[in-house]
């Protein structure tokens, strides 16, 4: 199996966002824009530059297995897990369907919400063509529950930053459900914002996951720093949080 060469700097780049690798996982914090798995676009996926980084690191000359255990929109960062082995794929799937891994999510969001924490429950429609979801009626044909848990961190004139806690994995449905409410998502052109990023990004950062070692069976908690440039926004709204992300 060939992989294309990566350059020093993409090397550096991948080696620099590895938040958690064994011989079992590879967790790597995702940037905005990156794709985790192929589509129609064509476009390079991170998980086939992945293969090729490891093949290179490694000096591996067969094929690289890394399974993708589940996807983040192409807009959305933060950290994304990866199976090294057949059987870790297999189990960290089953740990997605049965809800064993805790995901945690930071939003940056025009406004404020009414209340500074709630759980969010709304049935969603998802229309196909427009690649976006709705809320709707739960005896609407399609119409599917999301669940989430949001608590308000801190607050700015113009922005809120808020880390959700998803409680199920339906089709945009942190990004609806703010929405819905009057936050919606800087950035999210899609959802309500009133204008995007200069980065084409939107400012939802899959912030903190954790979940039992699919082999190892040990407590894993994983933290991914903001890498986009609204971290920055986040710094000036809350240091503490922060902090560990701007060293």
Known sequence: MEYRNLTENEILGFKSRILFEDNHL????????EIVQGDKTGDECLAEA????????????????????????????????????????????????????????????????????????NYLNRNEKQNKSYVCKQNSEGAKLARLRYKVLAEGLNYSLLEV?????????IRCQLSH?????????????????????ICLHSRRISFIHPVKKENLEITAPILSAWGKIVCELTQNECREDNP
Request: aromatic content about 8%.
């Open 50 to 121: 992945l293969k090729a980084y490891i093949a290179q690191r490694d000096k591996k000359a067969g094929k690289v297995f890394l399974g993708v255990t589940h996807r983040l929109d192409r807009p959305v960062s933060g950290a994304c897990i990866f199976a090294k082995t057949s059987k870790a794929l297999e189990r960290m799937n089953a740990l997605f369907r049965d809800g064993e891994v805790h995901k945690f999510y930071w939003a940056l969001c025009q406004g404020k919400p009414t209340t500074e924490n709630a759980l969010l429950e």
């Open 26 to 33: 590879l967790i790597v914090n995702k940037l905005s824009g």
């Open 181 to 201: 409410i009057g936050c919606p998502i800087k950035g999210d052109l899609k959802y309500g914002a009133p204008r995007s990023n200069r980065d084409g990004g």
């Open 165 to 173: 806690e998803l409680l199920s994995g339906r089709h945009h449905q």
